[in-house]
């Protein structure tokens, strides 16, 4: 039980850092976030509550979304998992 809280603990102080850093300046957190993904520019797979589709992710958008090229659009997310597909 002890190392559950410990690790419980650690989470919360790095979203606290994550979330000092975003209120501090936005705009670096934002660049530093988009530096940090991993899905964009690559095919990826979409699922959301309408069901699963597949995609292309294109970027982050200035609201933290995922901008997707999806069904002969362009879409931004805000929940739903992403899978990439096997390149």
Known sequence: EAERGSLIAAIVEEIMKMYALWKKDKKAYLNEYREGC???GKYVQ???????QDAFAKEI??????????????????????????E
């Open 46 to 52: 979409i699922k959301t509550a309408s069901g699963v």
């Open 61 to 86: 958008s200035e609201d933290f979304g995922l901008t997707v090229n999806i069904s002969g659009g362009t879409v931004t997310l805000h929940s739903g998992e992403v899978s990439i597909i096997n």
């Open 38 to 40: 991993i899905s964009t």
